[in-house]
């Protein structure tokens, strides 16, 4: 039985290859050859698939990687304090995980599976060190960085002044966008993370979610049945986010 | 000899009032009232049941049997263009059952839901933060009133009321961010230990937060020992004319220009609509007739349970509708 478990993980392990991960052409070696994607490869650890609840790393661990997810998804939880935990981030397949910890050498928030996730490690020296002979990858490394102060100069904005109907609606925006982008369909997705998560989040009590969910609902934006969420009305979705100003 | 008393106001007299007001078909504004605090204040005279840890489902039922009877006579096509919630404490309402009540409302009533629609909520700056603000938001509220009485430690040691400036602030900036139209911030005067220098201090505090309006009552009843309220009233009206502030009734002031503006335009409206009010010892005005449900939990509780509304008293007026006389804890937010 145990030898099953680790044959199957060792196949596991062998067919998780840039070469022919599907997410290659949104992940770091995306501008890569194909001999240079090897060289990439090489620096990567794969790691037996995290259960969901399972922490990637804790606050205030050392940071020595980053980390690509393949499949699943993962929440950052920042404490500072006495005060509550702050929930500072999802990460989808594709994105990168932990490019916050390099300049301070600790990772600022822990990182925790919100169902059974798999991740390509990426050593942070060994991939800075791969970076200066592969300019291709240097660039993909800064735009990734570039994007996410991007993400979070969009969250600062939403958290400084959006309602809660332009909260939520730009929640569903973002998700169906980064959907798209995987090449699965924007319409119609799988929340991984709890209403409470996505409150904590938005700046919005859990009560405050569900009832803006409803709304929604009423008015034909989106349907939602548990965790299955279908984007009637995309566009108008987009537009409620974007609205300057109050109702 | 056996002096016959004159009939009194009641549930039947305020019924074919209600049935009669169709007749103008004015929109409505009503007022719950939500009569339970954590403690009872010695400063106020609303009757309130003083030991409350929330605000009771039983309550809620009860407010919703009223909602029933009152509408019954009514025009269903006639909006409720203006809310009200006020206490004790609203704020002692859990999240999920504000958006309850909200929509017992809503099932009701025809509740506006433009811009022009007055939606307010009484708030204790200790049961609130900024979740709640945001919650409101999406209930349609848009007007606020922040119950703070004094911000000088000694007199709010003595009320009982521990509300330090890091609580109301955020709360402020969140209410401004979210564009309520007006956030009001409720004092009063008469206070234990309240000398005229912590007014001024409590004053000038308030004016820097600089919220659109702010809104003077006096203590009721007077507190033995407080400093004399008209001496206060004074010396507060030359303050807050120094501050930007203009009264545009007695008691309520607001900051000159827009949010003057907007507080007389929210006066006018609410003065060419009809009131229902709603709980204990809530207070209706209607063309021909003014009418107050009973003042005891008890007694409301009784005329509801058995199918009744609880007025308790009222008359009947023979001239045409005016604002009601001027009171700060009466009128609008």
């Avoid at chain 2, 999240?95 to 433009?114: K, T």
């Avoid at chain 2, 700056?125 to 703070?148: M, Q, S």
């Avoid at chain 2, 600089?210 to 009843?221: E, G, M, Q, V, Y």
Wanted: charged share 25%; proline share 6%.
């Amino acid at each position: 039985m145990a030898d099953t478990a680790a044959g199957r993980r060792r196949s596991l392990l062998n067919e998780t290859r840039c070469r022919t991960c599907s997410l290659s052409s949104l992940c770091l070696p995306l501008a890569l050859e194909l001999e240079d994607m090897d060289q990439f490869d090489a620096i990567i650890r794969r790691r037996a698939p995290l259960k969901k609840g399972e922490s990637l790393f804790r606050q205030g661990s050392p940071f020595t990687s980053v980390y690509a997810v393949r499949s699943g998804s993962l929440k950052q939880v920042t404490s500072e304090g006495s005060g509550a935990d702050q929930l500072t981030n999802f990460y989808l397949p594709s994105e990168l995980v932990g490019l916050d910890g390099i300049d301070e050498t600790t990772y600022p928030g822990s990182v925790i599976a919100l169902e059974t996730t798999t991740v390509c490690e990426i050593p942070f020296d060994r991939l800075d060190a791969l970076s200066e002979r592969l300019p291709e990858l240097r660039n993909q490394l800064y735009r990734s960085m570039s994007k996410e102060m991007r993400d979070d100069r969009r969250m600062m904005r939403l958290l400084s002044r959006k309602t809660a109907d332009q909260r939520l609606a730009t929640f569903f925006a973002s998700l169906s966008d980064r959907f798209r982008r995987r090449g699965y369909s924007p319409y119609s997705f799988r929340l991984s993370m709890s209403r409470a998560d996505i409150g904590n989040y938005l700046g919005l009590a859990v009560e405050t979610v569900s009832r803006i969910l409803s709304r929604f609902q009423q008015q034909g934006l989106v349907a939602v049945s548990g965790r299955e969420v279908n984007i009637l009305d995309l566009d108008a979705l987009v537009e409620l986010a974007e609205e300057e100003g109050c109702r | 000899m056996p002096v016959r008393a004159p009939r009194r106001f009641g549930a039947d007299d305020f019924e074919t009032a209600l049935a009669a007001s169709n007749a103008v078909g004015r929109p409505l504004s009503v007022r719950l009232a939500l009569p339970f605090c954590r403690q009872a204040c010695r400063h106020c005279a609303r009757p309130v049941a003083g030991d409350a840890t929330g605000i009771p489902e039983a309550y809620l039922t009860r407010l919703d049997r009223e909602m029933v009877l009152v509408r019954r006579p009514l025009d269903p096509a006639r909006r409720v263009q203006a809310l009200h919630w006020g206490g004790g404490t609203p704020s002692l309402l859990r999240l999920d059952q504000m958006s309850d009540l909200i929509d017992r409302l809503a099932a009701r009533f025809s509740l506006e839901s433009g811009p022009s629609r007055d939606f307010a909520i009484e708030l204790d700056p200790r049961e609130a933060d900024v979740l709640t603000l945001r919650h409101l938001e999406a209930l349609g509220f848009n007007r606020l009133r922040l119950t703070v009485l004094d911000l000088t430690p000694r007199v709010q040691a003595a009320v009982g009321r521990p509300c330090p400036r890091p609580l109301i602030e955020p709360l402020l900036d969140e209410a401004d961010r979210l564009g309520f139209r007006s956030l009001a911030v409720e004092l009063a005067l008469g206070l234990p230990h309240q000398s005229g220098e912590r007014l001024a201090d409590t004053l000038s505090q308030v004016a820097a937060m600089a919220p659109p309006r702010i809104l003077l009552h006096r203590a009721s009843p007077p507190v033995a020992g407080a400093p004399d309220a008209d001496d206060l009233e004074a010396r507060a009206e030359r303050l807050l004319a120094e501050a930007g502030y203009a009264a545009w009734r007695p008691g309520h002031y607001a900051r000159r220009g827009p949010a003057l503006d907007d507080a007389r335009a929210q006066a006018d409206r609410e003065a060419r609509r009809d009131r229902l009010g709603l709980g204990v010892g809530a207070h209706s005005r209607l063309p021909d007739a003014e009418a107050r449900n009973a003042t005891t939990l008890a007694d409301y509780a009784a005329a509801l349970d058995a199918g009744r509304l609880a007025t308790a008293s009222g008359q009947w007026r023979s001239r045409p509708v005016d604002p009601p006389p001027h009171r700060a804890d009466g009128g609008i937010t």
